[in-house]
């Protein structure tokens, strides 16, 4: 009889991005990585010592990129890109968000933020979860067995996760479990989901890392 593959699929959210100006950055080019969010890749490749990564998948953006490479070289692996990793589009990419001297100061956007529940501001969260969904499903098959790390962006994976826990969609952004450089592991059992683990291997490295407004 043959063994039910075991499948670990790493959602990993890319390390801190050096945005002096609080743009919120979205899909925009030329967006890096700053000193310590490379030094938060390197520590996520380092925890991953001993296990068996078989395959490693960014979204195409820098900032994804740039965290997946100390996992590629760790396991001689080479990082292959997948669009459906990518950041939710936005409205207000490209500009300050927020109150005081953000977007919501101008009545003209108020509009974009009526509705919470579809997003109103930008790319539907049901959207999202399924072309997330479809990466997740295309790693698997490809590493039946073995571990994958996908890096992508955090409302990507945390939208990914509350889909697959059943939950609603909307939520609070002030609340996603999903910090930089952090892991959302799914834990498979042939095809079936069998748990979600969630980590923090550069956690030690968060006390210091700036606020993010694109991720």
Avoid at 26 to 50: K, T
Avoid at 54 to 78: G, I, K, N, Y
Avoid at 82 to 107: T, V, W, Y
Wanted: charge should be positive; hydrophobic fraction near 40%.
């Amino acid at each position: 009889m043959t063994a039910t593959p075991r499948t670990i699929v790493h959602l990993m959210r890319h390390g801190e991005v050096h945005n002096p100006a609080k743009i919120l950055y979205g899909r925009l080019p030329d967006y890096h990585l700053s000193d310590l969010g490379r030094q938060m890749a390197d520590r996520v490749a380092e925890s991953l010592e001993g296990h068996d990564v078989a395959l490693v998948v960014a979204s195409p953006l820098e900032r994804a990129q740039e965290t997946a490479r100390p996992v590629a070289e760790h396991f001689r692996t080479p990082i292959l890109t997948d669009s459906r990793l990518i950041e939710a589009g936005n409205h207000f990419e490209g500009r300050r968000f927020g109150h005081g001297a953000g977007s919501l100061r101008r009545p003209a956007n108020w509009w974009l933020v009526r509705n919470p529940l579809t997003p109103s501001w930008g790319e539907p969260y049901r959207a999202i979860a399924r072309r997330m969904e479809a990466a997740v499903d295309a790693a698997r098959q490809h590493a039946p067995g073995r571990e994958v790390v996908l890096v992508s962006h955090q409302l990507p994976v945390w939208t990914l996760r509350r889909h697959l826990e059943g939950r609603p969609l909307w939520h609070d952004p002030r609340r996603r479990q999903c910090s930089l450089a952090s892991l959302t592991s799914l834990h498979y059992d042939g095809d079936r989901l069998t748990s979600i683990v969630y980590s923090e291997p550069a956690g030690a490295l968060l006390q210091v890392a700036e606020p993010t407004v694109g991720a």
